[in-house]
């Protein structure tokens, strides 16, 4: 995979915002029971999720883990998220399937994307 320099810039989140989001994770692993992996493995898509979008997220993840995610942080990712966010284009996958206009295809499995779950540097 050939290495690529993005020049993609983090938006500013005012402090409500930052607030509210820990709250919301904080809350959720106060109330969780299960596997401590799994909370973890939440809380980072949570965090990444503001940052590249739904749709990345449903590319790099089985419906079941995003299921699972989902009830783990009380959240919908569809609400939670915007469909796509300002480090979008670092996901190879996602960047492969929008030139090939297959995304659905990919999320359902019938068109495979080599390295869906691939980051580049930005």
């Known amino acids: ?6 020049n993609l810039k983090l938006p500013e989140i005012s402090e ?8 919301l994770v904080h809350k959720a692993i106060k109330d969780f029971e299960g596997q401590f992996d ?3 493995g939440a809380v980072g898509m ?4 503001h ?3 739904w749709r990345v997220l449903v590319l790099i993840h089985n419906k079941r883990t995003i299921r699972k995610y989902q009830d783990a942080l ?8 915007p469909e796509t966010g300002p480090l979008t284009e670092k996901s190879v996958g996602y960047m492969l399937v929008q030139k090939a ?6 999320v359902s499995g019938e068109f495979s994307v ?5 980051v580049l540097k930005g």
Not at 16 to 23: D, I, P, T
Not at 46 to 49: K, Q, R
Not at 114 to 118: I, P, Q, S, T, V
């Open 1 to 6: 995979m050939a290495k690529s320099k993005l």
């Open 101 to 106: 206009k297959a995304f659905w295809k990919a």
């Open 38 to 40: 799994e909370m973890e």
């Open 16 to 23: 409500e915002e930052a607030v509210r989001r820990v709250k």
């Open 51 to 53: 940052l590249v979008g």
């Open 74 to 81: 009380r959240i919908d990712i569809r609400k939670e998220f």
């Open 114 to 118: 080599e390295n869906r779950r691939a």
């Open 46 to 49: 949570y965090f990444v999720g």
